[in-house]
């Protein structure tokens, strides 16, 4: 009887015992905000309010924070207004996106000062000169818990961020895979080993097969809605839509210093009611630009599709040069759909975020062929949008190459590939698709936005409900 009476007077002290030992850590996680400095006040508010509850709250970003809200990229500090708001959320690291690059070597490294926050890539690797100060990862104390964070950014089939080649002069890049690897020791040194990716899901997917010392991956890049997140290969993936449509709030259960529980919920921003306020007024100020609120034209019609925007530009591109054909990447085109109501200048802001520059050259018809299969290999294997002629095309088993193209000029015929024809297009293009053509094409000195806008105010009025300009063809 004593015997037993003592084993129910130890059970009170095991269960405290057993308490000690379990710790939980919460984390926020967003990706590929993409400048949504409207959505802020509201993030803010959630922010705190889990750190009401959560003090110890890690606020991570898993990149591609600017590019998207001319308001923010085309301040005088270009994507100032995004880190001035996430120094006030509090966000604790930041991996790089393809999208940081989009201000150049200078513009990344001023961000880079101006945050109260680290940028987190161990696949990147800027020279000296460049003055961008990046850290491969970081180790955070998160009430106790030992929580390292590893930094990993994309490459395309270029071997570089899909950004202009020309802002990445002096970065050298390697190997996701094999650089994450390089710091499997941190296992050793930590309780959690976090991945803050902007590699895409299926990548992510594929990452989590060869990475069993990690424990969570919080990914972004290709704007994948998990429900929640989702266990692949033992690691919790996580990852949301872009421009802050919602965010992840992450639960780690630890015990003895190992994590034996993993949970993510989706909670969605554009459906909170409350703001901080303080974060609102800040917002305000920044939005209040009258110049991007002057309307172009109206738009007659919905438009639901990226073809039916990429020929709207690639229209505007031949009107503002006369040339006889344009060509856009359809990776370019940046927004979705477009209501019937007046175009902004916001609204092409957002739609070209890029400050492109139209380039011509003079090539064959065979020589544009080749300029078409190269822009669909280095934009993530989509075809690009055109105007002065149409397109059929046939992929290959891979859908990774285009195996053919017939292209027909206005009047219905296929066109002429031995002749000549005067090709405008953006210079982004014109880098991402090197091939044997004699005329590598020079600037005109003109924007393709500034195209865009003269374009829309020209007309007053635009219908482009069901344009197409290509096909794909089964042969």
Known sequence: ???????????????????????????????????????????????????????????????????????????????????????????????????????????????????????????????ASTGIHLRPWQMFDVGGVRLAVIGVTALGPMGKPESHPDNMTHIE??????????????????????????????????????????????????????????????????????????????????ENGKVIGKKAENIAIKGVKRENKVVGKLTDYFVNNPAFDEILAVNDAPVSTYEELGCLMTDAYLKATNADISLQNYGGVRYDTLSVRGISVKDVLQLDPFQNNLVEMTVTGNEFIDIIKMCFVNDQARFPLMSGVTAEYVLDDTKQQVKKVVLYGPDGKKLNLKKTYRVVTNNYVQAITPTNRKDEGHSLGIGTAEAIMQYLKALGHVNYQGKTCVKQIQK
């Open 173 to 254: 890049f390697t190997d996701p895979l094999q650089t994450v690897q390089q710091y499997k020791y941190l296992r050793q040194q930590s309780d959690v080993v976090l991945l803050l990716s902007h590699m895409g899901y299926e990548d992510d997917v594929k990452l989590s097969k060869d990475l069993p010392w990690v424990d969570l991956i919080v990914g972004g890049h290709s704007h994948t809605q998990l429900n929640g997140g989702e266990m692949h290969n033992g690691l919790l993936i996580t990852q949301n839509v872009n421009r802050l449509a919602r965010v992840t709030h992450i639960t780690l259960t630890l």
């Open 1 to 127: 009887m004593k015997k037993i009476l003592l084993a129910l007077l130890m059970v009170p002290f095991a269960l405290c015992i057993w308490a000690q030992n379990k710790q939980e850590v919460h984390i926020l996680s967003s990706n590929d905000m993409h400048a949504a400095i409207e959505c802020f006040p509201r993030l803010c508010f959630v922010a705190d309010s889990l750190r009401t509850l959560y003090p110890d709250l890690l606020v991570l970003s898993a990149g591609d924070n600017r590019s998207g809200d001319p308001i923010n990229d085309m301040y005088e500090i270009p994507a100032y207004p995004m880190v001035s708001l996430m120094n006030i959320v509090g966000f604790h690291a930041t991996t790089l996106g393809n999208h940081e690059f989009d201000s150049g070597e200078k513009g990344l490294a001023k961000l880079i000062t101006m945050s109260d926050f680290p940028y987190l890539c161990a696949n990147c690797h800027p020279a």
